[in-house]
């Protein structure tokens, strides 16, 4: 079955960087387009940036372009998100998913930005 196992999170502070993987298993990750989203507290999750089975950048969410990079290894079945200068309200819990998403979620990892 599908499998999504987020990693990496953490306490940073402003500034800071952090780099997020999500491990893969049950579909042919190789093919797929795979996503990152993220729900802060009270809100709605939303799309933060989706990366094609080749490596093509799709989208991403405009408040993160120029800090976070999405990136993928289809080899280690592994999909990453590289966040750097860090703010406040990147605090959330960041998700990944396959595009179109799976009904099914992991558990996501908590990134708490605070000094």
């Known amino acids: 079955q599908v499998q999504l196992v987020e990693s990496g999170g953490g306490l940073a502070q402003p500034g800071g960087s952090l780099r997020l993987s999500c491990a893969a298993s049950g579909f042919a990750f190789s093919t797929a387009s795979m996503s990152w989203y993220r729900q802060a507290p009270g809100k709605e999750r939303v799309l933060v940036a989706t990366?094609?089975?080749?490596?093509?950048?799709?989208n991403l969410l405009d408040s993160v372009k120029g800090r976070f990079t999405i990136s993928r290894d289809n080899a280690k079945s592994t999909l990453y998100l590289q966040m750097n200068s860090l703010k406040p309200e990147d605090t959330a819990i960041y998700y990944c998913?396959?595009?179109?998403?799976?009904?099914?979620w992991g558990q996501g990892t908590q990134v708490t930005v605070s000094s």
């Open positions: 990366i094609t089975s080749t490596g093509g950048i799709v």
């Open positions: 998913n396959a595009a179109p998403r799976f009904v099914y």
